[in-house]
Structure formats: structure tokens, C-alpha cells
T-cell receptor, first 113, second 112 residues
Framework: SQQGEEDPQALSIQEGENATMNCSYK?????LQWYRQNSGRGLVHLIL?????REKHSGRLRVTLDTSKKSSSLLITASRAADTASYFC?????????????FGQGTILTVHP | ETGVTQSPTHLIKTRGQQVTLRCSSQ?????VSWYQQALGQGPQFIFQ???????GRGNFPPRFSGLQFPNYSSELNVNALELDDSALYLC???????????FGAGTRLSVL
């Protein structure tokens, strides 16, 4: 079963605009990760944020985590056509479930040139 | 691209048949996890292998089974295929189960 929901399900923007995707989850986590998937192929790891962190940056990516609300957001700044893909959040509950990722349903991002 | 390779790329089977999917992990990685991704959904965890032992299993029936070999490559076997088994099967490797996972390109299985 899916851990939670991602919002929006689909997002269409122009090149140069910012894209924000949200993820909600249900259980306690050790860390939360974001992945990108192009055209139904393999997933590419983007960024990991641990449960004791609130914000993390990597290049044009900014991730926030609010464990009290069980939610995270991914911001892609200055989007490019090459950013067109599906984006998934995945939670790692830690403990005996360490490394067993639970994914959301994903957000389909389309960036128009 | 990651160093994780999966074979075959595509596969077509009929209901009731058996299938074996293969995964070669990235060099230096001793943990392999398998995920099933139905069309339009996020991946779902099937099971994980660490040093040739099963190390956790998701909500999948026993007809989904796996192996990990001494070189840390892995197989996913599915018996008595059902139509709902049609999906993209993803393999991911990591150095220990606690680290970032690197995914292969997947095997797309169609069950007719």
C-alpha cells in the first residue's frame, strides 16, 4: 500500500518558473527521499532529508520536512524542459524497516519550453 | 546512469506461467531491493536481500520469491502469473540497507 499522497497529481509550467510538489505520509519516519522517473523507467535519487532536519538544498532543489504535519515539499527553481518527469517521495521508517522504501503516487511535472 | 542492470527489458507471458527477472547490483553494493510499479502508481516494496538472506518483505504473496547470489546479483521469481502482475519491476542496490538506493531501468512485464 502507498504511504501517503502527493499533491498535485500533475503540474504544468513554463520554463523558468518554479515547481512545488507536496507529499504527505502517515507513519513516523527516519528519513524522506525524493526520486525522479523519466518515461516509466528507473528512478533517480534526488535528495534525502532526515527526520531531525527541516530543510535541505541541492542545486536547484529545496526540500522541506515538517514531521509534526507529516508532510514534505520539493521545490525546483528555474525549471527547465529537461525537468519534465514524474517525481516521487519515499519514506524510510527506520528500525527493522530500514531501507524498505514506501513511495507516494507521484507528481507528473511537465515543463514547456 | 547507475551501475545497476536488469534483464530482460521487456517480457510477455501468459497467465499461469512462471517468470524470472535478473538484476546485477552496482559494484561494492551488498543489498538488493525489488519493487513493483503498476501503471500510474508509485513503486511498492516486494522484498530485500542482504548478503544472500531475505531481509524484509512487503505485502506480496509467497508466489513472489527471490534469490541473491555470492556476487550480490539477484533474481525475482514469480509463479502462477496473474493479469495484475503486469507492471514495471525495479531493482535497487545499496551498500547496506541504510544507504541511498540506486535503481536499474526496470523490466516491464506484461501478462496476457
Amino acid at each position: 500500500s502507498q504511504q501517503g499522497e502527493e499533491d498535485p497529481q500533475a503540474l504544468s509550467i513554463q520554463e523558468g518558473e518554479n515547481a512545488t510538489m507536496n507529499c504527505s505520509y502517515k507513519t513516523s519516519i527516519n528519513n524522506l527521499q525524493w526520486y525522479r522517473q523519466n518515461s516509466g523507467r528507473g528512478l533517480v535519487h534526488l535528495i534525502l532529508i532526515r527526520s531531525n532536519e527541516r530543510e535541505k538544498h541541492s542545486g536547484r532543489l529545496r526540500v522541506t520536512l515538517d514531521t509534526s504535519k507529516k508532510s514534505s515539499s520539493l521545490l525546483i527553481t528555474a525549471s527547465r524542459a529537461a525537468d519534465t518527469a514524474s517525481y516521487f517521495c519515499a519514506t524510510d521508517a527506520g528500525g527493522t524497516s530500514y531501507g524498505k522504501l514506501t513511495f507516494g503516487q507521484g507528481t507528473i511535472l511537465t515543463v514547456h519550453p | 546512469e547507475t551501475g545497476v542492470t536488469q534483464s530482460p527489458t521487456h517480457l510477455i507471458k501468459t497467465r499461469g506461467q512462471q517468470v524470472t527477472l535478473r538484476c546485477s547490483s552496482q559494484s561494492g553494493h551488498n543489498t538488493v531491493s525489488w519493487y513493483q510499479q503498476a501503471l500510474g502508481q508509485g513503486p511498492q516494496f516486494i522484498f530485500q536481500y542482504y548478503r544472500e538472506e531475505e531481509n524484509g518483505r512487503g505485502n506480496f504473496p509467497p508466489r513472489f520469491s527471490g534469490l541473491q547470489f555470492p556476487n550480490y546479483s539477484s533474481e525475482l521469481n514469480v509463479n502462477a502469473l496473474e493479469l495484475d502482475d503486469s507492471a514495471l519491476y525495479l531493482c535497487a542496490s545499496s551498500r547496506g540497507g541504510r544507504n541511498i538506493q540506486y535503481f536499474g531501468a526496470g523490466t516491464r512485464l506484461s501478462v496476457l
